[in-house]
């Protein structure tokens, strides 16, 4: 089974729209950590949002925002306003357990978003 | 710009050359890993060097060949590979305390494989 899953592979939204990216995952870990990463054209990974396990409000950090519903095991990212530099490709991936020497963060298979002017 | 920088940007080869990928990264981070990304396939953790040792290989073929000789510095070696190896190899470092740390990548070097 698969341990994170991003049901959308590609999206089309219009330029200002809010867009919510897909992300649940699978895990008997009680500790974990949650991530967003973008991948622009260009390759990179850029970090958008953490949400830890144990956190008990919705991580934002600018016009990013990380719905997280624990008891559905989804954790899905909520862009506002989007812009056409939000195009890009959006990873979603999952750090489970408390051993701080635990380096293996899980990837999802990414979703495609495309923002049309 | 992230702080993270890989060279060379693109590589192509033959399946007898060797090659070396450069990573570098000026963030004082003590954490460096090395990333397969193959299109349409999740990103897969190669390597991971801890204070400049290797504390996870995972299961990766022996014809790649990592090195760290310092914390700031990372290197995959490159030999008689495949044309499967063909893909984006991602550099990425960070600071290892308390396992929210967030990974900052390089650009990555798209290589390919004849």
């Known amino acids: 089974a698969q341990k994170i899953t991003q049901t959308q592979p590609g999206m089309f939204v219009q330029e200002k729209e809010a867009v919510t990216l897909d992300c649940t995952y699978d895990?008997?870990?009680?500790?974990?950590?949650l991530f967003w990463y973008k991948q622009p054209s260009s390759g990179e990974m850029i970090f958008l949002i953490y949400?830890?396990?144990?956190d008990e409000q919705n991580a934002t950090e600018g016009r990013y925002s990380l719905n997280f519903q624990k008891a559905r095991k989804s954790a899905n990212l909520v862009i506002s306003a989007s812009q056409l530099g939000d195009s890009a490709m959006y990873f979603c991936?999952?750090?489970?357990?408390?051993?701080?020497?635990?380096?293996?963060?899980?990837w999802g298979a990414g979703t495609k978003l495309i923002i049309k002017p | 710009e992230t702080g993270v920088t890989q060279t060379p940007r693109h590589l192509v080869m033959g399946m007898t050359n060797k090659k070396s990928l450069k990573c570098e990264q000026h963030?004082?981070?003590?954490?460096m890993y090395w990333y397969k990304q193959s299109a349409k396939k999740p990103l897969e953790l190669m390597f991971v060097?801890?204070?400049?040792?290797?504390?996870e290989n995972n299961s990766v073929p022996s014809r790649f060949s990592p090195e760290c000789p310092n914390s700031s510095h990372l290197f995959l070696h490159l030999h008689t590979l495949q044309p499967e190896d063909s893909a984006l190899y991602l550099c990425?470092?960070?600071?290892?305390?308390?396992?929210?740390?967030?990974?900052?990548f390089g650009s990555g070097t798209q290589l390919s494989v004849l």
């Open positions: 990425a470092s960070s600071l290892v305390r308390t396992g929210n740390e967030k990974l900052f």
């Open positions: 963030l004082g981070h003590n954490a």
């Open positions: 060097y801890n204070f400049k040792e290797q504390t």
């Open positions: 895990t008997s870990d009680q500790s974990y950590g």
């Open positions: 949400q830890g396990s144990y």
């Open positions: 991936a999952m750090r489970e357990g408390e051993n701080d020497s635990n380096y293996q963060l899980i």
